[in-house]
């Protein structure tokens, strides 16, 4: 099955500043991996995803980038504001499955 | 559109009463559906998925159950709670392409 790994699992940062976080995957099959925020008290939200026959893109201040020969992928925030404030976490399907992989998340608080 | 329900948004219940969290999925037909819990706020632990009516699969051994009584509905029930089964508890689903998981706003369950 899908291993998926993601790091850091704090993240602190100014605001203004940038934040990465990234993700490693184990299935050389899967084809999509999209990223969702969970803000306090709520259910994830998908804020972004990205398949595999492209290498990154890009929504606003959010991006994701994909390398399939490493098998990791990163979503970078620019500009970060306190709202960026949530956990974040990764996943990846299970090869043709309909079920995916989360990634343990990554606490990201922006500093005012 | 698709839209997920789930409910109560909170629930404290003593040690030993029974549990019964229910989610419906409006706008889409054959959905696979999931519950996660998050006993440390920070990862997903899935608990029970399913790719049908009456089609269940557990994740991982527990005081727990799910039933699938309908397409769109899925119950996640205890017949005695424990103090272990506090948390916040998620249900999901994904469609047919590409595992795109949407999820339900999450039930606090707290075991007094």
């Known amino acids: 099955g899908e291993n998926v790994e993601q790091h850091p699992s704090t993240l602190s940062v100014q605001e203004g500043d940038s934040a990465v976080i990234k993700c490693t995957y184990s299935?050389?099959?899967?084809?999509?991996f999209p990223w969702y925020k969970q803000e306090l008290g709520k259910g994830p939200q998908l804020i972004i995803d990205?398949?595999?026959?492209?290498g990154e893109k890009k929504d606003q201040r959010i991006a994701v980038t994909l390398n399939k020969t490493a098998k990791h992928f990163s979503l970078h925030i620019t500009e970060t504001q306190p709202e960026d404030s949530a956990v974040y976490f990764c996943?990846?399907?299970?090869?043709?499955?309909?079920?995916?992989?989360f990634g343990s998340g990554t606490q990201l608080t922006v500093l005012p | 559109s698709q839209t997920i329900h789930q409910w109560p948004a909170t629930l404290v219940q003593p040690v030993g009463s029974p549990l019964s969290l229910e989610c419906t999925v409006e706008?889409?037909?054959?959905?696979?559906l999931y519950w996660y819990r998050q006993a440390a706020g920070r990862g997903l632990q899935l608990l029970f998925y399913?790719?049908?009516?009456?089609?269940i699969s557990s994740e991982v051994p527990q005081n727990l159950s799910a039933s699938r009584p309908q397409d769109r509905q899925f119950i996640l029930s205890s017949k005695k709670l424990l103090l272990s089964d506090s948390g916040f508890y998620l249900c999901?689903?994904?469609?047919?392409?590409?595992?795109?998981?949407?999820f339900g706003q999450g039930t606090r369950l707290t075991v007094v």
């Open positions: 999901a689903w994904t469609g047919n392409i590409f595992a795109e998981a949407f």
């Open positions: 299935d050389s099959a899967s084809n999509y």
């Open positions: 990205i398949r595999s026959n492209v």
């Open positions: 996943a990846a399907p299970e090869g043709s499955a309909r079920q995916l992989t």
């Open positions: 706008g889409t037909s054959n959905p696979n």
């Open positions: 399913s790719i049908g009516i009456d089609q």
